[in-house]
């Protein structure tokens, strides 16, 4: 059974940073996509960044291209986001999920991590 815990969220002044943590379990997830989204409070879900845990490739959203990256342990299992130059806008739930690559949607989710950018 796959297992996403996030991690790491806080209470930040804006300009600071965070590292957000997401521990894998359940299986071995080389063949696997690993995202991170996140949900503002009255705003649809939305992704923030996303890798291949094999290859290693990344991507982003534009809004966080530049302050964000999403990286991987393969001994400690897990995914992380280090989040600089924190705005306020960032404000938001944020969540870990992962999909086979073969997969269109992403399988399976984490509880999600608050995190709170004071201006």
């Known amino acids: 059974q796959v297992q996403l815990v996030e991690s790491g969220g806080g209470l930040v002044p804006a300009g600071g940073s965070l590292r957000l943590s997401c521990a894998a379990s359940?299986?071995?997830?080389?063949?696997?996509?690993m995202g991170w989204f996140r949900q503002a409070p009255g705003k649809e879900r939305e992704f923030v960044a996303a890798?291949?845990?094999?290859?290693?490739?990344?991507v982003y959203t534009n809004s966080v291209k530049g302050r964000f990256t999403i990286s991987r342990d393969n001994a400690k299992n897990t995914v992380y986001l280090q989040m600089n130059s924190l705005k306020p806008e960032d404000t938001a739930v944020y969540y870990c999920?992962?999909?086979?690559?073969?997969?269109?949607?992403?399988?399976?989710w984490g509880q999600g991590t608050q995190v709170t950018v004071s201006s």
């Open positions: 890798i291949n845990w094999g290859a290693g490739n990344t």
């Open positions: 359940g299986r071995t997830f080389s063949n696997y996509l």
């Open positions: 999920a992962a999909r086979t690559l073969t997969n269109s949607r992403y399988e399976y």
